[in-house]
């Protein structure tokens, strides 16, 4: 099996899609802005919606990117494999002192890349919830928790399964200070700056 894969999908994930939007459209270090995280949400209140969509697509695109590498050169274990690789890049990128994002947007991106109906649906889930509670981390925590159960639904793979229950308990642990503020009612809501 080609495991060089694995280490490519690492840095692959590593891209800072949205320190690098944040930096060039704005000109700010999102680090230093807001929540202080690396996501599409901080840079999306901090540089505004264009510059947040930028970054949305660029860590939903290194996600696909990384799905299609993996398929090409190996069965559904190195896509896996490949997948926590390039989540944990993206958690934890070399190029920015192993200091990153909450992975939504990239697992969302490798899901819809393994199975389109359980990316679009979770993609649905988060979009419901977070209308119905203006908080994306909640809409976020939610679509991933649903990312095992329909993956299991539609009978995927057992490393696919495996994958899927990576992806929901990982981002549920990135997400654990969201959690402190929504038990504190501090988290902020959509449409109001982290105060």
């Known amino acids: 099996m080609s495991y ?4 490519v999908s690492y840095l692959i994930g590593s891209i800072p899609f949205s320190y690098l939007v944040a930096r060039f459209w704005k000109g700010i270090d999102i680090r230093m802005c807001g929540s202080g995280n690396v996501g599409m949400t901080n840079v999306w209140r901090n540089a505004g919606p264009v510059a947040g969509v930028l970054a949305l697509a660029g860590d939903l695109g290194k996600g696909v990117l990384v ?6 050169y190996g069965p559904p274990l190195l896509v896996a494999l490949a997948s926590m690789a390039a989540l944990a890049g993206h958690s934890w990128p070399v190029f ?5 994002g909450k992975l939504v947007a990239t697992g969302v991106g490798i899901i819809t890349a393994i199975s389109l109906p359980v990316g679009i649906l979770a993609m649905v889930i988060w979009l419901v919830v977070v209308g119905l509670t203006r908080y994306v981390s ?13 993956m299991l639904l539609y009978r ?3 490393p696919y399964l495996v994958l899927g229950g990576f992806f929901a308990a990982f981002s549920v642990y990135k997400h654990i200070p969201n959690i402190k503020r929504l038990v504190e009612k501090t988290e902020p809501r959509i449409g109001k700056k982290k105060a």
């Open 67 to 72: 799905v299609l590498l993996a398929k090409y």
């Open 96 to 100: 920015l002192g192993f200091k990153g």
């Open 156 to 158: 995927l793979e057992w």
């Open 138 to 150: 909640v809409g976020s925590i939610t679509a991933v928790i649903s990312v095992p159960v329909l």
């Open 4 to 7: 060089w894969v694995v280490i």
